[in-house]
């Protein structure tokens, strides 16, 4: 299996664009999940999906932040409008079975720099 | 509040030194799970070990060693006779059945072997 997918591994983009990131999970996982890291703040969750379902998305920080999953195969993080302190490393990750119960596979992150 | 707490912020050692990087976490579930991950330089995320909170059972694996004490609340991690490829930065992780299992991380420990 190819891993988890993520595009584009680089972002930069202007304050006040709209940025989005995608991910593909590993075929057959029923969950995934978005995490952002930074410096400031290390590894923080944002939101994760069972079977395409948001189940908790406390950690997205603010309504400029937005997730989909239309498919098993397939999640967009959307940044509208992007602001310089979105400026992070976001990584997907997907599990199998129960969330936390099993490893979480993380793809390479989308590094994104908002200018 | 901080649920994984690794307080060593940076740790440098010689090559062959046995390093010991520390985890404590706080939870009131009975049922959850400890995780260590690996970032090399390169910036993915490695997994390494997932433990349930049932089985306190020390683990070994090759020149890893997992210490896991419910006394103390602690998961630490061993490496012995430390190589230059093991620098990296190490997290630790904490997934509680009452959080819905999302992945809470501590804030990382950098490790940086010397030759």
């Known amino acids: 299996d190819a891993g988890v997918i993520q595009s584009p591994r680089h972002e930069v983009t202007e304050m006040g664009q709209e940025v989005t990131l995608r991910c593909k999970p590993i075929?057959?996982?029923?969950?995934l999940f978005w995490y952002r890291q930074t410096m400031m703040r290390g590894l923080e969750l944002l939101i994760y999906?069972?079977?395409?379902?948001?189940?908790?998305d406390s950690g997205m920080p603010e309504d400029r932040f937005s997730a989909k999953m239309p498919n098993a195969s397939f999640s967009t993080l959307k940044i509208q409008p992007s602001e310089p302190r979105d400026s992070a490393v976001y990584f997907c990750?997907?599990?199998?079975?129960?969330?936390?119960?099993?490893?979480?596979?993380f793809g390479p992150g989308t590094r994104l720099t908002v200018l | 509040a901080q649920k994984v707490t690794q307080a060593q912020t940076e740790i440098s050692v010689v090559e062959k030194e046995d390093v010991t990087l520390d985890c404590v976490y706080e939870?009131?579930?009975?049922?959850?799970?400890l995780f260590w991950y690996k970032q090399p330089p390169s910036g993915e995320l490695v997994f390494l070990i997932r433990?349930?909170?049932?089985?306190?059972q020390n683990e070994i694996s090759g020149r890893y060693s997992w210490n896991f004490q419910k006394s103390t609340s602690s998961f630490n991690f061993t490496i012995t006779a430390s190589q230059v490829v093991d620098s990296a930065v190490y997290f630790c992780?904490?997934?509680?059945?009452?959080?819905?299992?999302?992945?809470?991380f501590g804030k990382g420990t950098s490790l940086l072997v010397t030759p």
């Open positions: 990750a997907s599990t199998p079975g129960l969330a936390g119960v099993n490893e979480q596979f």
């Open positions: 075929s057959g996982h029923d969950y």
């Open positions: 999906f069972n079977n395409n379902v948001p189940i908790d």
């Open positions: 939870t009131r579930d009975t049922t959850y799970y």
């Open positions: 433990r349930n909170s049932f089985d306190e």
């Open positions: 992780a904490l997934s509680e059945r009452n959080s819905g299992y999302a992945l809470n």
